[in-house]
């Protein structure tokens, strides 16, 4: 057991990271004592029955009361709500951190909310599956996964190397960074993929020449890699997408000139620029492999068969 | 050991499938003999050094003799010339399949060169890795996969008969489709998924402001399930694309009409829009998962962690 970084630790929001959090800061001995707050009672009596935490309350500024670190782990659309409602009773000292997928707007939506005697750093851990909700969650989610922060200058040095710290004892590595570079390289690695993802699932599902059973059925042809990125909670991008616009719609318009050059290409038979862009690419996959982000395994080494 | 189906099988090409097919049927005694013929001096010799067959040589029609089975593993661009060095050398009664990934243009190149004492029934196994080369083979490959024929109206049915018990031999569930249906669902399950992989990560290469060190790092977020499939053969997809045409560029102005429209709802902050759109396309992933097309583990069950 570590020793506590934190002594009572308010979690806002316990989804599929919310709940991650609580299992490890438990099992870690992070915090010696875990308040969790949601909206949905519903939610919350899931968060009760799974023993998620030592105090529950639909109020988040009930759950943030005497907190030495606050979490909210939210859709990035809630967070000026919640910084409104839990402003007023924010602890003196306190650390105010989140878990957001856009940085810039978090930070627009929270940081006038929030009292000056409070440090606020906005965090990002690079961790999740497609699967949300309480029971989804599990402690080695931030295991071998990076964890931005965005610190605005002027913010305390020791609450950031404090959070790092909590960080690194969920098993994360911290990189810090600017919150409109983080947003940016959001939009490519992760807002991008997930919008294409999407996409191409839809335009699967309108087709009339093709049944969707067909769709189905030779699904590992291909396009089942992009069916896990589509079934992402959709309320979660949806506010990914309103509020990282600028660098989404900036990436969409680049994305779309390559393929209409790729899609002339195809057009006109010019078999040797297809070559070249099919060439070009494997030498990522191979950077990526090699800097332990995927694993080499055939087929992502899916264990799982049609029989 | 199951009683041999053929007689003589010649495999020309010796790739990722040919060399799985090898493998199999030296497992499961789906021949007496196998002859391997492949181009490259260069492949052949691994073949060789890997004991995939009873005899090797680099021209086909040395190949195809005296086989009862012929199955063309090659890109689907190389199917006429195939056709015509073995054409002279097919014996009488044999059968003739592919594993070409488009059907229409394979029919188009092979069929006017083949005699009429032979059997032509144009097949496609479902199945793949992003990895190729005869070493990249496994005899399991085809094992609960779904494996297309084609065959042209009129063909004799016991060739059919047979080639289907091959490859439920193999492992697989054998399907028969028209080939311009064939075409027409690939293109949406398979080719354009791996189209828009290639585009996505070519994109992504390109960026000023966001260093391919960082693309790599932050991976994990979604972009590098993309990776996987843009680091299939190059070669391979070229000729996908140019004999697949009509079908991709069909799924493509589908898909890009699509986009615009998301791109759009993205502009002007339509998040309701967004929410039906993120939201429909779910109940696919589950159906998907439902159909045993892949398994429900979180992150396709990677195993491998950053450290």
């Given at each position: 057991m570590a020793t506590p970084i934190y002594d009572r630790i308010a979690l806002i929001g316990i989804g599929l990271i919310g709940s991650s959090l609580a299992r490890v800061i438990r099992e870690k001995g992070l915090g010696n004592e875990i308040s969790i707050a949601t909206r949905s009672a519903e939610t919350l009596d899931e968060a009760r029955r799974l023993g998620l935490g030592d105090s529950y309350s639909t109020a988040a500024a009930e759950a943030v009361r005497d907190a030495d670190l606050v979490i909210v782990s939210v859709p990035v659309g809630a967070s000026e709500s919640v910084a409104k409602e839990i402003s007023g009773a924010l602890k003196s000292g306190a650390t105010v951190t989140d878990v957001g997928s856009t940085k810039a707007s978090v930070v627009r939506q929270m940081a006038p909310h929030l009292p000056a005697d409070v440090h606020f750093v906005p965090g990002h851990p690079i961790a999740g599956t497609e699967q949300s909700g309480?029971?989804?969650?599990?402690?080695?989610?931030?295991?071998?996964r990076w964890c931005i922060l965005t610190p605005e200058p002027g913010v305390e040095p020791d609450a950031v190397a404090r959070l790092t710290r909590f960080w690194e004892a969920c098993g994360s590595t911290v990189e810090q960074m600017d919150k409109d570079h983080h947003d940016m390289v959001l939009a490519i690695v992760s807002h991008l993929p997930h919008i294409i993802a999407y996409n191409i699932v839809g335009t699967a599902d309108d087709?009339?020449?093709?049944t969707k059973s067909e769709v189905i059925k030779y699904s590992?042809?291909?396009f089942r890699d992009f069916t896990r990125l589509a079934a992402s909670d959709p309320i979660m991008w949806r506010d990914v997408c309103l509020h990282n616009k600028d660098a989404i719609l900036e990436m969409l318009a680049r994305f779309s000139e390559d393929l209409s050059s790729l899609q002339r290409a195809i057009r006109w038979g010019d078999g040797d620029k297809l070559f070249d862009i099919f060439s070009h690419t494997r030498s990522i996959r191979r950077s990526i492999v090699e800097a332990g982000q995927d694993i080499s395994a055939p087929d992502f080494g899916r264990i799982g068969k049609k029989d």
């Amino acid at each position: 057991m570590a020793t506590p970084i934190y002594d009572r630790i308010a979690l806002i929001g316990i989804g599929l990271i919310g709940s991650s959090l609580a299992r490890v800061i438990r099992e870690k001995g992070l915090g010696n004592e875990i308040s969790i707050a949601t909206r949905s009672a519903e939610t919350l009596d899931e968060a009760r029955r799974l023993g998620l935490g030592d105090s529950y309350s639909t109020a988040a500024a009930e759950a943030v009361r005497d907190a030495d670190l606050v979490i909210v782990s939210v859709p990035v659309g809630a967070s000026e709500s919640v910084a409104k409602e839990i402003s007023g009773a924010l602890k003196s000292g306190a650390t105010v951190t989140d878990v957001g997928s856009t940085k810039a707007s978090v930070v627009r939506q929270m940081a006038p909310h929030l009292p000056a005697d409070v440090h606020f750093v906005p965090g990002h851990p690079i961790a999740g599956t497609e699967q949300s909700g309480p029971s989804a969650g599990f402690s080695t989610l931030f295991e071998g996964r990076w964890c931005i922060l965005t610190p605005e200058p002027g913010v305390e040095p020791d609450a950031v190397a404090r959070l790092t710290r909590f960080w690194e004892a969920c098993g994360s590595t911290v990189e810090q960074m600017d919150k409109d570079h983080h947003d940016m390289v959001l939009a490519i690695v992760s807002h991008l993929p997930h919008i294409i993802a999407y996409n191409i699932v839809g335009t699967a599902d309108d087709l009339e020449t093709v049944t969707k059973s067909e769709v189905i059925k030779y699904s590992a042809s291909g396009f089942r890699d992009f069916t896990r990125l589509a079934a992402s909670d959709p309320i979660m991008w949806r506010d990914v997408c309103l509020h990282n616009k600028d660098a989404i719609l900036e990436m969409l318009a680049r994305f779309s000139e390559d393929l209409s050059s790729l899609q002339r290409a195809i057009r006109w038979g010019d078999g040797d620029k297809l070559f070249d862009i099919f060439s070009h690419t494997r030498s990522i996959r191979r950077s990526i492999v090699e800097a332990g982000q995927d694993i080499s395994a055939p087929d992502f080494g899916r264990i799982g068969k049609k029989d």
